[in-house]
Structures are given as C-alpha cells and as structure tokens.
C-alpha cells in the first residue's frame, strides 16, 4: 500500500560485451555511494561519507551448473531510477508510517539476469532478479560475501553446527573481524562498528523457496556467505521428538522457478548507535501485503506458563497443566486487560499428537471461559507434527476456536523450512489465526507480506534464566543493537523475581533475571513485539498489582519510535507514541549511568508523567523500585537514571 509513488528512469543505454564497465549509485541524501564493476567478473563496493565501508566485493551466481557472471557476459543496459513511496504497516514494529526513499540501478543482462541495487539514506542492497527460459532451475551456488576492514568490531553470534541446525541463539560477543579464527561462522543480522566510527549491521531480506544465508569468517576481515544445502530426507532422530537428522542433502542450495527474484543481500548503516534504533531496512524491502483483510489481527500481550513452570501458589487447586490453572491465568489475564493466554507444551496428547488434549486440560471449554472474559487462546505445537498435518490440525484448532499456534524447535534454515514458514503463515491468514515462530531464525519481512505472523524467537531470551546466568543486562542492552534490527522479537520479559550481580541463582521452577525489576518493565517499550509476554507466574504478579498494572497498559505496537540514546553493549533509551499517549524506555548494563531525554518530540501542552525507576534500597534489594507521578510540557528535559543493570520506563498521558 503506497501513498504516492513516482519513478524517473534517468539513464538508459547499452554497453558492449567484452567492455568492463563501472557504474555507480548515490544515496538520496548523497552520503552513501555504490560502485558496480561489471565484465568477466562483477564487484560491488560501498562508502559511507569518506569512509570505504565494503571493499570490492564478487558477486556471482551459478544456474544449472553455469556461472554467472561468464567471460562472455552481456551487459544489455542499465537503468537508474529514484523512488519515493510510504509504506502502511498493518501490524506496527516500529511506526505505523515508513518513509521509502531510495535510488536503485538495475543492470540487465543477457540470458534473463538482472541485479538490482538500491542506496537509501540508511542502508543499501542487492539482489539478483531471474527472468530465465527455464521454467525451474537448481542454484548450485550464490557467491556473497562482505570484504571489510579487518579492524571492524563485531559482535559475532558464534554458530558451530555443521548442518546449519540451531534456534538461533547466540550470545553475541564483541571481537574484531582479524581475531575470529577463519571458518567460524555465524548467523544473522551481524553488527560492526568501523575504525571511523560508522555502525553496519548485514542481514538479509524477502526470503522465499531459497535458504538462509551464513556468514563465515576467512581470518583476514572478509566474510563470505555459505548456505544450507536443500533437504532431500529428514526425519527426527529415533526417541527423541524434535532432533532433526538430516538423512539426504542435495548438491545445489534451491529447486526453483526460472523467474523469480532472490533475498536482498543488504547493510544497514548509521553514524552512531543511536541512529541505528531507527532502522528499517529488512521491512522495506520485504515483499508487501496483498489486498486481503487483516483488520482481525490483534497484536496484544500474553500471560505465558512455561518461564513460570505453571508455578502458582496461594490457590485452593493442584497447579499444572489443568483446566483450573489455565483458568487462572484467564482470570489474571482478564483482570489486567491481557489479550491472551498461552498453552505452552504439554497440553496436547503428546507432543507430537497435538489433535487432542491431555486429559485435564479441554481446550474447548477454556477457550469458551476466555471468550467471555475477552481473553484468546493461542497453542503450542511442535514444527513436524503441524508440516505433516496441516489442515486438518489447523482447522481442528478453528473448530476450537483458538486465535493462534506457536510454532516451535523449526531449528532448521534450508530452502524446505523457508518454504514451510511461508506455508504454515499462508494456512493461518487463511483460518484468520496468529503465528509466533519459535526455535526459528531471523525475521527476514514475511511478517509484511503476512501480518499474522505476530513475533518470532530467534534469541536468548529470558527462559535461559531457568538453567544459566548469561542472561545478563549487557546481554540485555545488546539485543536492541543486534538480533532487534532483523524485526520482533519474542524475548519474554516480565520477571518478578530480581537479583543484582552478586545475587543471581539458577532455578528452573522459580527462575531469577539478573538486573533489576525496573530493567524488565523497561523491556516492555525498548524490545519490539507485537505478541509480548508478561512470563512470570500471576502469583507473583498479583502480590504486586501496582508493578503488573504498569506494564500491562504498556501497548505492543507502535505508531512513531525515536531514539534518544544508545551504545551497544552499555545502555539504550527510546520514546515510542501510541495514539495520544508517550511511553519512555531506558536500560543499562552493570554500570550505574544517568540519561537526559529531552520532551521535544511532545506536541505543545500539559501532560501527565507516571515513572517507574530503580527503587532506594535497589542496591540490596534487586526488585525495588518507584513509581512517581508529574507534571511535564514539550522541551522539559528529564534525567533518566538507573541503578547498576536498572532501567526506567514513563507513561506520558495529555491533560
């Protein structure tokens, strides 16, 4: 959906065979240049105001057993054009109006292959476009890779299984590019920070019937792209549920249409950390909404069971997985304007039978209870049973009347699962239900084609405080800088139970974050998820009605997002709009630190300030906090400060 579009083709001629040619292309803003070699070989390379950001670089491809680019490669033309357009977003990440300005050259080649590079103001991309006489081909290969400054800083979410299996779970640890040992590799996005200062992050997008794509490190700064093989056979490892083996494998990446464009390969880039909150890159060159009817998506937040192990105490029942436990986080979610309930794994059958219920749960008649009380059901689901079985489970769930399935341990990132993402997302939009992928990789922009698609995991998220203690707040205020750019994020915030540095225990049943409890209510506005959980136990919550009231009127979509601050690793703030009302959102690390965020983004009046922050006594006592209440006006300037890994969250109404 646009709202006004205009395209000037500028230039267009032909450039003869056996000529290298070079071709460039300027940002909007002129600060960002691409420069095309074409010929024998084709490279691109980037600068970013005087800095080189990306040192020429091969791009080729190879289609049925022919590469490309050939020695006898033909140009055929080059067309240039400016673009400037506003994409409409359904389901808003981060604004629910996205400014589209680019310029783009598209270099058409003989033989049905064009590659298209676009320069925005924040980022640049390419992709290839096929437009073969084949009706199917098989891409053995894609060449892509990044030649970077060896010195680059990057925060490297270290992968290790040989067959690209993983949930995509990295902690992301700081190093420079020379020191990553040649053949690590990695997922993505992947953050960097140049010698000059400028912040890149490369992810890719409009991912569809091809695989992921992984970055491996040759030990000398270049990065160069591998992908997943296709999957020929599979099937889960004997006595296990959800262990993928990967019995067969391909020698060619994807089996695809002969016309058909592949992912974007791009980067985001900004001046400063800060800067990069903003971006949208990954959203915009998604595949966009047809004209389907999507006003029934309804993003909101979830009371979930899983973190908490359905550990309720101070009830007059048996808790667990039962309809009177369920009921209960009904009752808690109806309570405190919760649009959901999560039944996480362990209600069905089995696990992998997921057409019926245990025996003491009955979904239908908790759907039934919820429905009265204006709260929704979503269900868990393993990824096989469902790819096996989608119809018939789906329309099973419909009959029941729930209004979305998590989809978990997917673990795979080849063209098959790509392709099963798209098919689970299409058969839910079909029945008008939601989908939270877990276990799953990147987003990549199939939530814009598909605005059902409400979060996806693909992050070390709270749960890992159940089992280790890496969960840290500079893990925390990583996320935003890192896995956060590639699109929502299911991270599951809203822990009760707090403890400073020294503090922190493990314990699966009664899990403990590490920071401090105005840390995670400040998660609530600073990480983007339009399907959020509160995932503590309603116990706990409800001992504390003042702190679960606060974060549930806390929306889950956004209207407008400006950064205030930020340094990755260290401390992020950000101011989010929804209809009249501001929300503020600050996190730090294990450093005590003070931030300003000047109210200059208000529009002209008197508003009413609601300010959760660290408490006193939260140096001794993790969950210790304050909320206050004042008077503020457009210009006011607010001191945002936060105890060692604290945070600070404000609601700012109009009087």
Known sequence: MTAYLFCTVLLCFGISPAQAADHELRSPDGQ????????????????????????????????????????????????????????????????????????????????????????????????????????????????????????????????????????YEALFTPTRLKDIQAGRYAYLPLYQATLGGTKLVISESDLYDYPNLFLFANGEGKLEGKFPPAVLKSHVAPGTDRREVLAEKAPYIADTKGKRNLPWRLIMIAPDDVTLLGNELVYQLASPVDNADYSWVKPGKVAWDWYNANNLF???????????????????????????????????????DVSASRASIDVPALVQYGAAKGVGIILWTLWRPLDEKTDSLLNRFVEWGVKGIKVDFIQRADQYTVNYYEKIAKACADRKLLVDFHGA???????????????????????????????????????????????????????????????????????????????????????????????????LYLQDTAFTRFIARIPTTWQTTIPLAGKIGAYAAIARQQGRQWYISAMTNWEERTLEAKLDFLPAGNYKIEILTDGVNVAKYASDYSITTQQVKKGDVLNMKMAAGGGWTAIITPL
């Open 314 to 352: 101070g009830v007059n029942f048996q808790s667990g997985i039962n309809n009177d436990t369920y009921k209960y986080y009904i009752d808690f979610a109806a309570r405190f304007g919760l649009e959901y309930v999560i039944l996480d794994e362990g209600w069905s059958r089995t696990t992998t």
């Open 32 to 167: 960002i240049l691409i420069k095309v070699s074409t010929g024998a070989a084709i490279q691109w390379s980037v600068q970013y105001k005087t800095e080189t950001i990306l040192f020429p670089t091969a791009i080729a491809l190879t289609l049925n057993g022919k590469p490309f680019p050939a020695h006898k490669t033909k140009l055929m033309v080059q067309l240039p054009s400016a673009h400037q357009d506003t994409i409409f977003s359904i389901v808003p990440v981060k604004n629910a109006r996205i400014p589209d300005i680019y310029k783009e050259l598209k270099l058409v080649f003989a033989g049905g292959i064009t590659l298209c590079f676009r320069a925005y103001n924040h980022g640049v991309a390419y992709r290839f476009e096929l437009n073969t006489k084949d009706p199917v081909l098989k891409i053995d290969a894609e060449e892509v890779g990044f030649n970077l400054n060896a010195d680059n800083q990057a925060w490297w979410p270290e992968e290790k299984n040989p067959e690209f299996i993983s949930h």
């Open 441 to 539: 990789y990147k987003p990549t922009g199939l939530h814009r084609k598909y605005p059902n698609v409400i979060n996806y995991e693909g992050v070390k998220g709270l749960e890992n405080n159940k089992w280790a203690d890496y969960i840290t707040p500079e893990h925390n205020v990583t996320l935003p800088f890192t896995r956060m750019m590639a699109g929502p994020m299911d991270y599951t915030p809203g822990a009760m139970r707090n403890s400073n540095q020294k503090d922190f225990r493990v314990s699966f049943n009664e899990p403990v974050s590490r920071g401090t409890r105005a840390h995670q209510a400040a998660m609530y506005v600073m990480y983007e998820a339009p399907l959020q959980m509160l995932a503590e136990t309603p116990s």
